[in-house]
């Protein structure tokens, strides 16, 4: 099979969805892989690399994805990359298609794309392997970025997340505990925060605690939310409904008790944000100010660790690739259970899962 790697088309996206030593296990099996030149450039691989591995360099992105079956990237694709691809090839990616673009996914179904939704890939225990990659990632990266906001010259409360002998610690409060409300409270402890983690999942609290006894937990019921936030110092959302947009689990009424100089970060705004006040923004312009709360909502949160981000899904992804290859890809949602989970659109219909998950089946 003839595999693209592209650059990602979005501004400040330095990812790549395939590293020099995955491209290595491809070729081995028997695939050819075209790199776009410079692809992998933002995490630091260089062209040199990708040669050595077996892929051949080509110096424009249409004859790339001309020359290719499948596609691997991480980003949602934007029009412009969609226009270029030939009809009926296959495209790896994070569609989030509860908030894509409409104009996005008619062009998928136009030109028969079948579309593998990264974030929709499953196994049989319900767990999500390459989300998870990046979720464990994104996780850690809320704590360095509360403790920026924080500061008084970003506009924060000039409080210190670990505290100071006779000076009390941060107070964060996360809600969900799935991988990325894990991974921050993980990191927040660390660094000396009081955590409070709620969920609506008594199990999911019983297992973080028991990793992670210095944390409080609480249920996700709206009396007990609102408590939490007005007492926040940093509020992380990380509520995930697998394909579906997130809920509101925080409403603008209880962002209005925040004290002045606290910080929000919406990790969930990948499909829509868990806290009502937050809106979509940008590495070049990551927050914004509500009442006197910095609000931190990057949908591409881990655009920004690009090297670290694009190792974990190379390596998640490496699997389902060879697969496709070993299989075409109708035998392939055919036969293996966590692919087809994860494909939206094929033949230039809505199919399985994920496409009844975004409300398209």
Known sequence: MNIALIREGRPFDRRVALTPPVVRHLVEAGHAVWVESGAGEGAWF????????GAQIVYSQEDVLHRSDIVARISTPVLSELRQCPHGM???????????????????????????????????????????????????????????????????????????????????????????????????CAAGSRVTVLDVDADKLRKLMERLPAV????AESESVAACVAAADVLIGAVLVAGKRTPHVVTRAMVETMKPGSAVIDVA???????????PTTIAEPTFVHHGVTHYCVPNLTADMGRSTSVAVAQAILPYMLRIGDLGIDKAIERVPDIARGAYTHQGKWIGRAAEAAGHA
């Open 46 to 53: 260089q062209d040199t690399e990708y040669a050595r591995t």
């Open 90 to 188: 296959i495209l790896m990616a994070f569609y989030h298609m509860a908030v894509a673009d409409r104009v996005v996914v008619d062009r998928l179904l136009e030109q028969s794309i079948t579309a593998i939704g990264l974030e929709m890939i499953q196994h049989d225990d319900g767990t999500l392997p390459v989300l998870r990659a990046v979720s464990e990632i994104a996780g850690q990266m809320t704590v360095p970025i509360a403790a920026h906001l924080l500061r008084s010259s970003s506009g924060g409360r000039g409080v210190l997340l670990g505290g100071s002998p006779g000076i009390p610690p941060a107070n964060v409060v996360i809600l969900g505990a799935g991988v990325v409300g894990a991974w921050a409270a993980r990191t927040a």
């Open 216 to 219: 409080e937990t609480g249920l």
């Open 269 to 279: 705004i990948d499909q829509g944000g868990c806290v009502e006040t937050s809106r």
